[in-house]
């Protein structure tokens, strides 16, 4: 089966809504129910959009229908580009300004995406800005499905699909240290030279083990030959829910540099001093998707979030 240029021509958005419906309820009849529609014609339109495709995208059985590999590959581009649609019929009802949306990590909020605000010149020209924060993979999913237009941060590669890659734009902003802290009151507050060993008989709360910050807090103790310690908690919270931690019950905590500037509980901890334990900073990209990149709006974040890493250095 080869693709059909003719075919693709007549395709519409509903012939792609379609195959997020086959996903959500394993049925054309109840596909075909939801639209009113015949179910010759429901499989009419699943033809349709395999002819145009040049591969099989729905695979049929005496259970129901799903997506083969391929129709979920479609079905996640397919998601992008409707969520892109529904941006702009919104745009276009409302009329400018631009908004841009922008999934981030909650550490960035505090400071980088200020100073971009600033070097843009927000208040003065008419975009808008949406700013959600959260997880790496949720928000690397958000600018996968149309959620956001870009997304400032870390970027796990090893958590995203092989056939995503090239859909991808990353520009590398800046690098975020990493540093092992505790409350004022922890018996290793003021300490010189702590060994790493010591490490292990203090109780620790850390990020989930998917985590950037996890993972070159481990690998840091396993390339001294050590295991790393077993963490007491383990959460997903920005910088100040550990460092409340940290004050409260005197745990000891992972936390981006950062965050002993700009969040307003970190006069309460202090960071430890393990000279033998080298953390790998965490690198933060501007990432869009490729359709995306070159956007006006999109352009212009993109230069102002080089600005205020450069005006102010590593992070």
């Not at 240029?5 to 195959?19: A, P």
């Not at 009802?93 to 505090?110: D, E, F, M, Q």
């Not at 802290?181 to 010591?198: F, N, V």
Request: proline share 7%; net charge neutral.
């Amino acid at each position: 089966m080869t693709p059909s240029s003719l075919y693709l021509d007549r395709l519409r958005l509903r012939h792609l809504r379609l195959l997020e419906m086959v996903d959500r309820s394993g049925s054309l009849r109840e596909v075909a129910d939801q639209l009113n529609l015949t179910q010759p014609a429901i499989s009419q339109m699943v033809k349709d959009l395999e002819v145009a495709f040049g591969v099989p995208l729905v695979a049929r059985s005496a259970r129901g229908a799903s997506l083969t590999a391929a129709g979920r590959h479609a079905l996640q581009r397919a998601r992008a580009g409707l969520a892109t649609f529904e941006h702009l019929a919104s745009e276009l009802r409302t009329v400018p300004p631009a908004l841009v949306r922008i999934g981030t990590n909650p550490t960035l909020s505090y400071d980088l995406l200020p100073r971009a605000m600033h070097e843009l010149r927000l208040i003065e020209s008419d975009m808008r800005i949406q700013i959600v924060a959260g997880v790496v993979s949720a928000m690397m999913q958000g600018l996968l499905d149309g959620s956001f237009d870009c997304y400032v941060g870390r970027i796990e590669w090893d958590l995203v699909p092989a056939g995503t890659l090239p859909l991808l734009r990353a520009t590398p902003l800046t690098g975020t240290d990493l540093t092992l802290a505790c409350s004022r009151k922890h018996p290793l507050a003021g300490r010189r030279d702590i060994k790493a060993r010591e490490l292990l008989d203090w109780p620790w709360a850390l990020t989930t083990p998917e985590t950037s910050n996890r993972t070159s807090f481990d690998s840091a103790f396993r390339n001294l030959g050590l295991p790393p310690p077993e963490p007491k908690i383990e959460m997903i919270g920005d910088p100040s829910a550990f460092i409340s931690m940290a004050t409260q019950i005197d745990v000891l905590i992972c936390i981006p540099r950062i965050a002993f500037r700009t969040v307003r509980g970190a006069v309460d901890i202090l960071p430890l001093d393990v000279k033998e334990l080298e953390l790998s900073p965490i690198l933060t990209h501007f990432l869009t998707l490729k359709e995306t990149e070159e956007l006006p709006e999109i352009c212009l974040l993109r230069a102002a979030m080089r600005r205020a890493v450069g005006n102010n250095g590593e992070l």
